[in-house]
């Protein structure tokens, strides 16, 4: 009769343990931390598999298959890795709400290369279908170098990638370990057993944020170079003539931002009309110095927004247009595009007009300033010749106020931070942004302008994006129902 083999492996815990108390872990290494013998080593692959153990990357990595992945969508978007120790394609959701449900996704061998996102259908048992690539690979990998011995390597900053990449020496003897650069992978060889890479070019040192902030741009993909023709659009922009836009120079609009604003994209004005309040509310009009289907067009397309780290900015639009001729500077003409609101004294709109105009900044108030003006009698706080105005101001938000009690909103208070830096880019504190009545003021200003134009949208029937979100999952669900 012939005897099963025994099972002389550690407690699958403790392997959970080891792995979570050390650096990531070869499959050999663990061999030897446990203590398992060579004709032992296949066994032992098998049995950490059942157990929940895969090999990522080279590395031992524990991936429980999750109790609650039926609440993934059916559909969604993931972000490409390596092959595991089987041959197959693993992937991660780049949601981290379903990151956190099922952490690794297998996807078939023909899947889009390392490093590309894809939008998946889920088939069941941790695996997907691809539906469609949605980004290839970058041509180029952020990297930090490291010095393994006398080897020097490009350590990708993006998990998802494989470990390293082996440098030329001579083009890595000068570089210090810590360096960031940027690595062309050399094509050829296999492309997960000792790759190797050239060096495009070593990044300026800069301090920890600004290192993390290049990371975060990189692992998310976010587009952060613009090309040569897009460049060219931008920086070939005018202020139009008045041609057919409306004249509005001549009134003291104002913006109201915070201290460290750099561009300042909407401007207010209001004043009693005898029954209530007239309203304006200006924002740039970017449309006009985007041509459709151009460069410039496109390249903001697949930006979509601006992104906004701790210590910069990733624009949508060139900084010709974001910081320059699309920012509504001071006593600078600007192409606009405004609304005019009439609300009663209680804060009903009775009537509201768009329209495209040519505008004129009065000032550039601060959140700070205009609340130093309303609540503690600072005259200085806001230039004499504009006291009127933001008493107007501050006496439509008060009817907008009324109104807002009267529905029984929601008065939501998410509290925001700053960070605050020392001059070698190290933080110095972080602090709680204050919620002043002027930022207020102007979040009621915006709210109304924009339900304006979703009322425009729905009753000339044009054509609009609507956010639709996604139904709450069974977790958020049951914590909503406790807590009710």
Known sequence: MTRAPKNDFPDAQKVRAFLESSDPISLRQLCKAFHIPANRQKDFKDWLRKQDFRVIRGHVEYHPRPAASHDLPEVLVVEVGGPDEHGETVAR???????????????????PAPGSRALIRMEGEGRGRVIRALTRQTESVLCVVRHIGSQAV????????IPHYRLDEREAEKLASGVMVRVQPNAGGPRFQDPTARILEVLPQRGEIQKLGDIAIAEQGIPHVFSAAALEIAENGEVPKLGQREDL????????????????DDAVFAEPDGKGWHILVAIADVAHYVPAASALDEEALDRG?????????????????????????????????????????????????????????HARLTYTQVDAFLHHEDAGAVPPALHKQVK?????????????????????????????????GKVKDILRRPHLE????????MIAANVAAAELIEKEKLHGLFRVHE??????LSELEHLL
Not at 249 to 264: K, M, N, Q, S
Not at 327 to 348: F, Q, T, Y
């Open 305 to 361: 927004n601006s992104v906004y780290l701790a210590d910069q900015v990733v624009p949508m639009l060139p900084e010709a247009l974001s910081n320059g001729l699309c920012s509504l500077k001071p006593h600078e003409e600007r192409a606009c595009l405004a609304v005019h609101l009439w609300i009663d004294a209680h804060g009903n709109r009775k009537e509201y007009r768009f329209c495209r105009g040519l505008m004129r900044s």
């Open 438 to 445: 002027s930022h207020r003021l102007i979040e009621e200003f």
């Open 249 to 264: 120079r001549e009134i003291p609009l104002v913006t109201i931002d915070g201290e460290d604003a750099r561009d300042f």
């Open 471 to 476: 139904p709450p999952s069974t977790e958020k």
């Open 392 to 424: 107007h101001l501050h006496g439509a938000f008060k009817s907008f106020m009324e109104a807002r009690h009267k529905r029984g909103t929601l008065e939501l208070e998410i509290p925001e931070f700053r960070v605050v830096f020392e001059g070698d």
């Open 93 to 111: 959701p780049v949601d981290e709400r379903h990151a956190r449900l099922l952490p690794i996704i297998l996807l078939p061998k023909d899947a």
């Open 154 to 161: 490009a350590v990708p900053t993006q998990r998802s990638r």
